[in-house]
Protein backbone atom coordinates (compact mmCIF):
# COMPACT_ATOMS: atom_id res chain seq x y z
CA UNK A 1 0.00 0.00 0.00
CA UNK A 2 1.47 3.63 -1.34
CA UNK A 3 1.53 6.45 1.23
CA UNK A 4 -1.10 8.47 0.10
CA UNK A 5 -3.50 5.65 0.41
CA UNK A 6 -2.03 5.42 3.82
CA UNK A 7 -3.07 9.22 4.43
CA UNK A 8 -6.30 8.98 2.88
CA UNK A 9 -7.67 5.79 5.06
CA UNK A 10 -6.06 7.75 8.18
CA UNK A 11 -7.97 10.80 7.46
CA UNK A 12 -11.22 8.69 6.97
CA UNK A 13 -10.87 6.59 10.71
CA UNK A 14 -10.26 10.53 11.87
CA UNK A 15 -13.27 11.39 10.87
CA UNK A 16 -15.40 8.74 12.05
CA UNK A 17 -13.73 8.79 15.25
CA UNK A 18 -14.62 12.63 15.73
CA UNK A 19 -18.15 12.68 14.65
CA UNK A 20 -18.19 9.23 17.33
CA UNK A 21 -17.02 11.17 19.83
CA UNK A 22 -19.61 14.00 19.54
CA UNK A 23 -22.35 12.39 19.05
CA UNK A 24 -21.39 10.54 22.87
CA UNK A 25 -20.65 13.95 23.98
CA UNK A 26 -24.39 15.11 22.09
CA UNK A 27 -26.09 12.28 24.25
CA UNK A 28 -24.53 12.82 27.18
CA UNK A 29 -25.80 16.67 26.85
CA UNK A 30 -28.71 15.82 26.28
CA UNK A 31 -29.72 13.23 29.25
CA UNK A 32 -28.29 15.62 31.39
CA UNK A 33 -31.08 18.40 30.34
CA UNK A 34 -33.24 15.79 30.66
CA UNK A 35 -32.68 15.20 34.36
CA UNK A 36 -32.14 18.74 35.32
CA UNK A 37 -35.76 19.40 33.49
CA UNK A 38 -37.14 16.46 36.07
CA UNK A 39 -35.43 18.00 39.36
CA UNK A 40 -36.68 21.54 38.16
CA UNK A 41 -40.03 20.16 37.91
CA UNK A 42 -40.03 18.30 41.35
CA UNK A 43 -38.72 21.43 43.02
CA UNK A 44 -41.63 23.83 41.13
CA UNK A 45 -43.94 20.95 42.60
CA UNK A 46 -42.50 21.63 46.23
CA UNK A 47 -42.36 25.48 46.08
CA UNK A 48 -46.24 25.56 44.71
CA UNK A 49 -47.41 23.64 48.20
CA UNK A 50 -44.84 26.15 50.53
CA UNK A 51 -46.97 28.83 48.74
CA UNK A 52 -49.90 27.34 49.75
CA UNK A 53 -48.82 26.12 53.20
CA UNK A 54 -47.51 29.70 54.15
CA UNK A 55 -50.95 31.74 52.87
CA UNK A 56 -52.89 29.68 54.78
CA UNK A 57 -51.06 30.31 57.88
CA UNK A 58 -51.40 33.92 57.37
CA UNK A 59 -55.18 33.78 56.25
CA UNK A 60 -55.35 31.88 59.67
CA UNK A 61 -53.94 34.92 61.21
CA UNK A 62 -55.86 37.36 59.67
CA UNK A 63 -58.87 35.73 60.17
CA UNK A 64 -58.20 35.72 63.93
CA UNK A 65 -58.63 39.71 64.24
CA UNK A 66 -61.94 40.01 62.44
CA UNK A 67 -63.77 37.80 65.16
CA UNK A 68 -64.51 38.08 68.92
CA UNK A 69 -65.54 34.74 69.54
CA UNK A 70 -62.93 33.31 71.84
CA UNK A 71 -63.73 29.32 71.34
CA UNK A 72 -63.76 29.91 67.00
CA UNK A 73 -59.93 32.09 67.69
CA UNK A 74 -58.98 28.98 69.86
CA UNK A 75 -59.70 26.67 66.73
CA UNK A 76 -58.11 28.84 64.51
CA UNK A 77 -54.96 29.40 66.13
CA UNK A 78 -54.93 25.54 66.61
CA UNK A 79 -55.26 24.96 62.94
CA UNK A 80 -52.89 27.76 62.55
CA UNK A 81 -50.20 25.79 64.28
CA UNK A 82 -50.72 22.83 62.82
CA UNK A 83 -50.42 24.64 59.37
CA UNK A 84 -47.51 26.15 60.35
CA UNK A 85 -46.15 22.70 61.49
CA UNK A 86 -46.69 21.15 57.89
CA UNK A 87 -45.24 23.91 56.33
CA UNK A 88 -41.91 23.18 58.37
CA UNK A 89 -42.28 19.94 57.57
CA UNK A 90 -41.97 20.95 54.13
CA UNK A 91 -39.07 23.20 53.97
CA UNK A 92 -37.23 20.17 55.46
CA UNK A 93 -38.22 17.58 52.67
CA UNK A 94 -35.89 17.52 50.10
CA UNK A 95 -38.06 17.91 47.05
CA UNK A 96 -36.85 14.38 45.64
CA UNK A 97 -38.44 12.45 48.65
CA UNK A 98 -41.58 10.99 46.88
CA UNK A 99 -43.01 9.69 49.85
CA UNK A 100 -42.94 12.68 52.03
CA UNK A 101 -43.82 15.15 49.55
CA UNK A 102 -47.02 12.83 48.52
CA UNK A 103 -48.24 12.56 52.36
CA UNK A 104 -47.53 16.55 52.31
CA UNK A 105 -49.65 17.05 49.42
CA UNK A 106 -52.50 15.10 51.20
CA UNK A 107 -52.05 17.19 54.80
CA UNK A 108 -52.69 19.83 52.29
CA UNK A 109 -55.63 18.94 50.92
CA UNK A 110 -56.80 18.48 54.24
CA UNK A 111 -55.80 21.78 55.37
CA UNK A 112 -57.52 23.14 52.02
CA UNK A 113 -60.85 21.90 53.19
CA UNK A 114 -60.46 22.93 56.55
CA UNK A 115 -59.75 26.42 55.70
CA UNK A 116 -62.97 26.64 53.08
CA UNK A 117 -65.20 25.54 56.30
CA UNK A 118 -63.84 28.31 58.32
CA UNK A 119 -64.11 30.90 55.60
CA UNK A 120 -68.04 29.95 55.35
CA UNK A 121 -68.12 30.13 59.25
CA UNK A 122 -66.67 33.27 59.34
CA UNK A 123 -68.54 34.79 56.37
CA UNK A 124 -72.04 34.09 58.07
CA UNK A 125 -70.66 35.68 61.47
CA UNK A 126 -69.72 38.88 59.59
CA UNK A 127 -73.36 38.82 57.75
CA UNK A 128 -74.35 39.39 61.46
CA UNK A 129 -71.89 41.88 62.28
CA UNK A 130 -71.89 44.45 59.14
CA UNK A 131 -68.25 46.49 60.44
CA UNK A 132 -66.34 43.34 59.66
CA UNK A 133 -67.83 43.42 56.23
CA UNK A 134 -64.72 45.45 54.43
CA UNK A 135 -61.92 43.12 56.61
CA UNK A 136 -63.23 40.10 55.11
CA UNK A 137 -63.33 41.61 51.34
CA UNK A 138 -59.79 41.94 51.75
CA UNK A 139 -59.17 38.38 53.13
CA UNK A 140 -60.87 36.85 49.60
CA UNK A 141 -59.12 39.79 47.64
CA UNK A 142 -55.90 38.09 49.18
CA UNK A 143 -56.55 34.78 48.77
CA UNK A 144 -57.76 35.44 45.10
CA UNK A 145 -53.80 36.63 44.64
CA UNK A 146 -52.23 33.97 46.30
CA UNK A 147 -54.34 31.19 43.51
CA UNK A 148 -52.96 33.50 40.79
CA UNK A 149 -49.52 33.19 42.02
CA UNK A 150 -50.18 29.22 42.97
CA UNK A 151 -52.05 29.15 39.14
CA UNK A 152 -49.13 30.79 37.85
CA UNK A 153 -46.83 28.05 39.06
CA UNK A 154 -49.28 25.37 38.28
CA UNK A 155 -48.85 26.54 34.15
CA UNK A 156 -44.90 26.81 34.57
CA UNK A 157 -45.15 23.31 36.20
CA UNK A 158 -47.11 21.84 32.87
CA UNK A 159 -44.77 23.42 30.95
CA UNK A 160 -42.30 21.59 32.70
CA UNK A 161 -44.47 18.42 32.48
CA UNK A 162 -44.72 18.31 28.74
CA UNK A 163 -40.77 18.99 28.09
CA UNK A 164 -40.22 15.75 30.09
CA UNK A 165 -43.01 14.31 28.29
CA UNK A 166 -41.11 14.67 24.83
CA UNK A 167 -37.80 13.76 26.76
CA UNK A 168 -39.20 10.50 27.64
CA UNK A 169 -40.41 9.41 23.78
CA UNK A 170 -38.49 6.78 22.16
CA UNK A 171 -35.97 7.52 19.08
CA UNK A 172 -34.72 5.18 17.09
CA UNK A 173 -31.22 6.05 15.51
CA UNK A 174 -28.88 4.24 12.98
CA UNK A 175 -31.96 3.08 10.58
CA UNK A 176 -31.05 1.38 7.64
CA UNK A 177 -32.67 -0.86 4.68
CA UNK A 178 -30.58 -3.57 2.69
CA UNK A 179 -32.00 -5.83 -0.07
CA UNK A 180 -31.15 -9.36 -0.20
CA UNK A 181 -31.62 -11.93 -3.31
CA UNK A 182 -32.24 -15.25 -3.38
CA UNK A 183 -29.38 -16.51 -2.15
CA UNK A 184 -29.24 -14.00 0.78
CA UNK A 185 -26.57 -11.92 -0.47
CA UNK A 186 -26.59 -7.81 -0.76
CA UNK A 187 -29.01 -7.30 -3.88
CA UNK A 188 -27.20 -4.89 -6.16
CA UNK A 189 -30.24 -4.27 -8.24
CA UNK A 190 -34.22 -3.61 -6.70
CA UNK A 191 -35.32 -6.28 -9.26
CA UNK A 192 -33.43 -9.34 -7.80
CA UNK A 193 -34.50 -8.43 -4.47
CA UNK A 194 -36.17 -11.27 -2.66
CA UNK A 195 -36.28 -9.50 1.02
CA UNK A 196 -36.07 -6.38 2.45
CA UNK A 197 -34.11 -6.20 5.96
CA UNK A 198 -34.63 -3.00 7.99
CA UNK A 199 -31.92 -1.95 10.63
CA UNK A 200 -32.63 0.37 13.28
CA UNK A 201 -31.32 1.16 17.07
CA UNK A 202 -34.09 2.16 19.80
CA UNK A 203 -31.75 4.77 21.86
CA UNK A 204 -31.00 4.52 25.83
CA UNK A 205 -33.83 6.68 27.03
CA UNK A 206 -33.59 7.01 31.13
CA UNK A 207 -36.60 8.73 31.29
CA UNK A 208 -38.81 6.43 29.00
CA UNK A 209 -41.41 4.07 30.61
CA UNK A 210 -39.86 0.07 30.23
CA UNK A 211 -41.93 -2.95 29.48
CA UNK A 212 -43.09 -4.44 26.36
CA UNK A 213 -43.60 -2.22 23.24
CA UNK A 214 -45.05 -2.63 19.80
CA UNK A 215 -42.50 -1.51 17.10
CA UNK A 216 -44.58 -0.55 13.56
CA UNK A 217 -42.41 -0.11 10.61
CA UNK A 218 -43.62 1.31 7.19
CA UNK A 219 -42.36 1.19 4.21
CA UNK A 220 -43.24 3.22 1.28
CA UNK A 221 -42.28 2.48 -2.38
CA UNK A 222 -41.29 5.55 -4.84
CA UNK A 223 -45.00 5.39 -5.67
CA UNK A 224 -45.94 6.28 -1.77
CA UNK A 225 -47.51 3.00 -1.46
CA UNK A 226 -47.18 1.19 1.64
CA UNK A 227 -45.50 -2.54 1.40
CA UNK A 228 -48.37 -4.20 3.50
CA UNK A 229 -50.27 -7.26 3.72
CA UNK A 230 -53.29 -4.89 4.76
CA UNK A 231 -52.39 -4.72 8.81
CA UNK A 232 -52.84 -1.37 10.06
CA UNK A 233 -52.32 0.55 13.64
CA UNK A 234 -53.44 3.97 15.37
CA UNK A 235 -51.65 7.07 14.95
CA UNK A 236 -52.56 10.67 15.40
CA UNK A 237 -57.05 9.88 15.75
CA UNK A 238 -56.75 7.43 12.53
CA UNK A 239 -55.15 3.86 10.83
CA UNK A 240 -51.91 3.55 9.46
CA UNK A 241 -51.08 0.44 7.08
CA UNK A 242 -47.86 -0.92 8.56
CA UNK A 243 -45.09 -3.06 6.77
CA UNK A 244 -43.80 -4.63 9.57
CA UNK A 245 -44.25 -5.00 13.28
CA UNK A 246 -42.19 -6.38 16.36
CA UNK A 247 -42.91 -6.39 20.34
CA UNK A 248 -40.22 -5.91 22.35
CA UNK A 249 -38.99 -5.79 26.10
CA UNK A 250 -37.63 -2.12 26.26
CA UNK A 251 -35.56 -1.64 29.82
CA UNK A 252 -34.24 1.70 29.06
CA UNK A 253 -31.09 0.69 27.52
CA UNK A 254 -30.12 0.66 23.91
CA UNK A 255 -31.23 -1.80 21.67
CA UNK A 256 -31.08 -3.46 18.60
CA UNK A 257 -34.20 -4.05 15.71
CA UNK A 258 -34.10 -5.83 12.85
CA UNK A 259 -36.86 -6.79 10.68
CA UNK A 260 -37.60 -8.78 7.35
CA UNK A 261 -40.03 -8.04 4.54
CA UNK A 262 -40.33 -10.69 1.79
CA UNK A 263 -40.96 -9.52 -1.35
CA UNK A 264 -43.77 -10.95 -3.10
CA UNK A 265 -44.09 -7.91 -5.48
CA UNK A 266 -42.35 -6.43 -8.38
CA UNK A 267 -40.22 -3.46 -6.89
CA UNK A 268 -39.56 -0.63 -9.20
CA UNK A 269 -36.05 1.36 -8.77
CA UNK A 270 -36.37 4.82 -6.71
CA UNK A 271 -36.12 5.73 -3.15
CA UNK A 272 -38.03 4.24 -0.73
CA UNK A 273 -38.95 5.81 2.92
CA UNK A 274 -38.67 4.08 5.87
CA UNK A 275 -40.75 5.04 8.94
CA UNK A 276 -40.77 3.78 12.54
CA UNK A 277 -43.68 3.94 15.22
CA UNK A 278 -43.78 3.14 18.80
CA UNK A 279 -46.35 4.23 21.79
CA UNK A 280 -48.09 6.01 19.31
CA UNK A 281 -44.85 8.47 17.85
CA UNK A 282 -43.23 8.41 14.91
CA UNK A 283 -39.71 8.25 16.23
CA UNK A 284 -37.56 7.58 13.32
CA UNK A 285 -37.62 8.57 9.61
CA UNK A 286 -34.52 7.63 6.63
CA UNK A 287 -34.48 6.85 2.91
CA UNK A 288 -33.05 4.58 0.97
CA UNK A 289 -32.40 4.58 -3.12
CA UNK A 290 -32.13 1.17 -5.03
CA UNK A 291 -31.36 1.36 -8.66
CA UNK A 292 -32.64 -0.67 -11.07
Not at 5 to 18: D, Q, R, T
Request: charged share 25%; proline share 1%; with cysteine.
Amino acid sequence: MDKKKIIVIASVVVVILCGCVGHLIYSLSEKSAEHEEMVKLAEMDKKEMENEYAQFAKQYNEMKTQINNDSLIAQLDKEQQRTEELLAELKRVKSTDAAEIARLKKELATVRAIMRGYILEIDSLNRLNQALTTENQQIKAQYSQAQTHISSLQSEKASLSDKVAIASQLDATGISMSAKNKRGKNARKIKDAKQLVVNFTIAKNITATTGMKSIYVRILKPTNEVLTNGNTFPYENKNLEYSMKRDIEYTGDAQNVTLYWDVNEFLSAGTYRVSIFADGNNIGNASVTFEK
